[in-house]
């Protein structure tokens, strides 16, 4: 058995209780960093918290205005479904009144020809109008 005098002892006492104080304190700022990342992150993420709400607000007011477009996008194509289907049928009528003139003498034609051209510029216009809408 090794035996320490008194000197040896306390030297090797105060060694260890060095040791443990540096560990102790090293431990002690590791928690401390830790804490002060803890602090850092909540207020990062509070201000990512704010961020989503605001967003999440924005979010509903666009949704709700893209309802209200898509809704007039199905009324606006509902109503150029129409003018197409009356723009053939003044077609129709417009080639059916065209057949009707050839077939009447002169003096008759003075007279129908304006109404049919009439109708028949409508109707190009109408199909313009259609031929614009698809592109």
Known sequence: MHHCNGRELSEFANCRFCRKFTELTEKYRDLLDKSNNLV?????????????????VT????????EIEKEKLHTLEA??????????????NANVLFEVTLSI????????LPSFFRTWNHSLQVQSLII????
């Open 79 to 92: 109503a150029f479904e129409n003018m197409r289907k009356q723009g053939e049928n003044e077609l129709n």
């Open 40 to 56: 850092v992150h909540k207020e990062v993420t509070s201000g990512y918290e704010s961020e989503i709400k605001r967003l999440d």
């Open 105 to 112: 003498r002169p003096s008759g034609c003075k007279r129908i």
């Open 59 to 66: 979010n509903s007011e666009l949704m709700a205005q893209l």
């Open 132 to 135: 614009w809408k698809r592109n």
